[in-house]
């Protein structure tokens, strides 16, 4: 995979502060003054941890995406304005994770898995729960494996339970198998969606949102929905850091399934930004700095006319919020 290509799609920022619903971001798009960026030590992250040699598997936005988070381009979609709400699947099984942090038993999370609409990625996520299924003397389960990439006001992600970093993972159709129905939506908290490297390349690793991730709709097969111990996920959620690495292990101690049915919910997300303009924008422009840095520390490996469109985004960006400040001082 080129550095252009993967470039383009690996580039991710996050909110630093919360808004009133603890775990809901400002959406994607929107461009507001009093929006923060929140820098997730975004591209020296990504280099450490493969992303742009295309070695990791995992969610991985567009650079349009970057743009709009920034504030450096208009939003492509009103569909995401801060309250969603979706008809999801009415037919699920569901199934369970039994959550240990550091050893220590902390809970289970309950899943409603859309079998009817994904049936392949439903009978490869149940049969990992299950774990009844070896290839070459693996036993193919996600029973002790660990959630190795926890980004907190994004997701959490698990199921290589091969190598536990990110870059392993069976399924039981073989090593991939492709994408489902990509028009089931990322709806917000809660959501249950398979991690990938691109089209048709899904294994056994899976994320859990943690906050609206309108940007992955189209290129992440949604699945299922965490119906109980949402609580949990946000705890997990909370041991994670900007690049990813847990600050504590996390690990599936047991998973299982039982059968049911639930009836159809309309989910609803909804934000309202809380932090003082001043304050907003004086982190987010510590945040563009900061980003602006590793971006030249790491010029020798980014394809040239992507290393210059970004640079000249954040320093037009970084230009509009110093007048921005100027002006909040002026009127204090």
């Known amino acids: 995979m080129l550095v252009h290509q993967t470039l383009r799609r690996a ?13 809901m971001p400002p959406p994607l798009g929107e461009r507001s003054s009093s929006s923060s960026l929140g820098s997730i030590g975004l591209i020296g992250g990504l280099f450490m941890s493969g992303y742009f040699m295309g070695t990791y ?62 049936p392949k990625t439903v009978a490869n996520f149940v049969a990992l729960c299950t774990g009844d299924r070896a290839v070459n003397g693996t036993a193919l389960t996600y029973r002790n494996s660990r959630f190795h990439r926890i980004i907190p006001n994004f997701m959490i992600q698990g199921g290589d339970f091969t190598n536990g970093n990110g870059t392993g993972g069976l399924s039981i159709y073989g090593d991939r198998f492709a994408d489902e129905d990509l028009s089931v939506p990322h ?3 809660g959501t249950l969606s398979m991690a990938n490297a691109g089209p048709n390349t899904n294994g056994s690793q899976f994320f859990i949102c943690t906050a609206p991730t309108p940007w992955l709709d ?22 994670g850091t900007r690049g990813g690495q847990p600050k504590a292990e996390v690990r599936i101690l047991n998973c299982g399934l039982v059968e049911a049915a639930a009836e159809a919910t309309d989910e609803t997300v909804a934000t309202t930004p809380t932090v003082p303009e001043d304050v907003a ?29 970004m640079l000249h985004d954040i320093t037009a960006e970084k230009l509009r919020v110093k007048k921005v400040l100027k002006e909040l001082k002026q009127r204090k």
């Open 11 to 23: 580039l991710l920022t996050a909110p630093r502060h919360l808004s009133t619903n603890a775990k």
């Open 57 to 118: 598997i995992g969610v991985l936005p567009s650079y349009e995406a970057l743009k709009q988070q920034l504030g450096l381009a208009e939003p492509t979609s009103a569909a995401y304005d801060g309250k969603v709400r979706v008809r999801m699947p009415r037919r699920r099984v569901q199934g369970l994770f039994d959550i240990g942090i550091n050893g220590k038993p902390s809970g289970t999370i309950v899943f409603g898995l859309y079998d009817k609409v994904q």
């Open 187 to 189: 709806a917000g908290a």
């Open 218 to 239: 189209g290129k992440h097969t949604v699945f299922g929905r965490v119906l109980e111990g949402m609580d949990l996920v946000e705890k997990i959620e909370a041991l």
């Open 281 to 309: 924008m004086t982190e987010r422009l510590e945040d563009l700095r900061e980003i602006e840095a590793q971006l030249r520390a790491n010029k020798a490996t980014i394809d040239e006319s992507m290393y210059t469109s």
